[in-house]
């Protein structure tokens, strides 16, 4: 039994060198495999061409690849330093304008708001040895004053083209407004000064 094993190897050793010194020379082979027959008892390896050659009745066909099975990944490398920033790239062209959004949802109705119930308030005034008239007309409680204005009554002129003038007619504060107007100097001894009187007029109204 134990001669049998040493017979058997030899004939494997013989067997492997054979085949290495054929593949060395080996002109062809087909798909990276090499294709040879074995003489079947005998041990003896020829390369064939199995495209062109086959094995014989009392050979054994055999083959094999020329290239190795693929080995395992090595292991990964350390991480490279960062490279430099690259120059900024030139500016884009601008894009498309886009499509006009959907119209939003009507806002809540929101407080009223201006004047209402306006009324006209008016006071007179005569004028005084000085020649002045002045008056200042009041708003009511609950109202706002929005304007006003100024007049002269009575006798507004002479034959000679003089008459009492507006000097003033404006807000004297929130509440009331301020009109005054004077008689020419030659009314103050002719007896014209008594005749005319100044009218002052506010705008007052409520708020909503």
């Not at 000097?167 to 407004?177: A, D, K, T």
């Amino acid at each position: 039994m134990n001669g049998f094993i040493s017979r058997f190897s030899h004939c494997l050793v013989v067997l492997g060198v054979g085949v290495s010194a054929l593949a060395g020379g080996l002109a062809y082979a087909s798909n990276d495999t090499i294709t040879a027959c074995v003489l079947s008892g005998q041990g003896q390896v020829r390369i064939i061409d199995p495209s062109k050659e086959q094995c014989k009745k009392n050979e054994t066909l055999v083959s094999w690849s020329q290239t190795g099975p693929q080995g395992p990944p090595g292991p990964q490398g350390a991480q490279g330093p960062q490279g430099p920033q690259g120059a900024q790239g030139p500016q884009g062209a601008q894009g498309p304008q886009g499509a006009q959004g959907p119209q939003g949802p009507q806002g809540a109705q929101g407080p009223a708001g201006g004047l209402n119930m306006v009324q006209v308030v008016q006071a007179t005034a005569t004028p005084s040895s000085s020649g002045f008239a002045t008056v200042l007309i009041n708003c009511p409680a609950g109202t706002t004053l929005t304007g006003g204005g100024a007049d002269v009554l009575g006798l507004v002129g002479d034959t000679e083209g003089f008459g009492p003038r507006i000097v003033s007619s404006r807000p004297f504060n929130p509440n009331q407004w301020l009109a005054s107007a004077v008689s020419p100097f030659q009314w103050l001894t002719n007896g014209n000064n008594a005749l005319w009187q100044v009218d002052g007029f506010a705008l007052c109204a409520k708020g909503n």
